[in-house]
């Protein structure tokens, strides 16, 4: 079960805008810690795709979106392109256990 | 340009140890926090802990406190992170990631990631 609530799926047609969703508490996302995403590809390392909530890693397309507010933030993708099928995950900080990163569970996009 | 990697696959048995290890490089090694993150098969991935590679400080996840340690060798560049009284739980893909320079807040992004480590513990 992990911190941050991910939807375990989510899909689109190619040209499609398709968002995400991270749910947390007020231990992480609502304590104001900042929001950051990945982006993993099949059988690849995770890769930054947005970082503090809203910004993009230089070579990141700004088709790839992120925002926070309260104790959610979202990534939001537009113009879908078929190998941006992949699995996304959020990851934050939670002052609860003595402090520590937190994830997402993750969600599958698929490019229909 | 920056990279971190990582050593070879392991398969180990139930109750025993295992030490990956993760060679940076393309920076300065004693300038940058590293964290190391587990992702078990189908699953999201686990924060593990982190160490400042200047003065060999850690901070654990509180699940595996007691289980983990982590160290440096700072005339190569290297981290290690080793696990002991393995279980099967601990199957996952281990990877090193770089944080934020020391003069930052440990929590922040992690860029770059290694490549990973397989480790698989089974009878």
């Known amino acids: 079960q992990s911190v941050l609530t991910q939807p375990p799926s989510v899909s689109g047609a190619p040209g499609q805008r398709v968002t995400i969703s991270c749910t947390g508490s007020?231990?992480?996302?609502?304590?104001?810690?900042?929001v950051h995403w990945y982006q993993q590809l099949p059988g690849a390392a995770p890769k930054l795709l947005i970082y503090n909530n809203t910004n993009r890693p230089s070579g990141v397309p700004d088709r790839f979106s992120g925002s926070k507010s309260g104790t959610s933030a979202s990534l939001v993708l537009t113009g879908l392109q078929a190998d941006d099928e992949a699995d996304y995950y959020c990851q934050s900080y939670d002052i609860s256990l003595s402090g520590q990163g937190v994830f997402g569970g993750g969600t599958k996009l698929t490019v229909l | 340009q920056v990279q971190l990697v990582q050593s070879g696959a392991e398969v180990k048995k139930p109750g025993a140890s295992v030490k990956v290890s993760c060679k940076a490089s393309?920076?300065?090694?004693?300038?940058?926090?590293i964290h190391w993150v587990r992702q078990a098969p189908g699953q999201g991935p686990e924060w593990m802990g982190w160490?400042?590679?200047?003065?060999?400080?850690?901070n654990y996840a509180e699940n595996l406190q007691g289980r983990v340690t982590m160290t440096r060798d700072t005339s190569i560049s290297t981290v290690h992170v080793e696990l002991t009284s393995l279980k099967s739980g601990d199957t996952a893909i281990y990877y090193c990631?770089?944080?934020?320079?020391?003069?930052?807040?440990?929590?922040?992004?992690?860029?770059?990631w290694g490549q990973g480590t397989s480790v698989t513990v089974s009878s």
């Open positions: 007020t231990s992480n996302i609502g304590a104001g810690y900042d």
């Open positions: 160490i400042s590679p200047k003065s060999g400080n850690t």
């Open positions: 990631v770089r944080g934020l320079p020391l003069s930052f807040p440990v929590w922040s992004w992690f860029d770059p």
């Open positions: 393309g920076y300065t090694f004693t300038a940058y926090f």
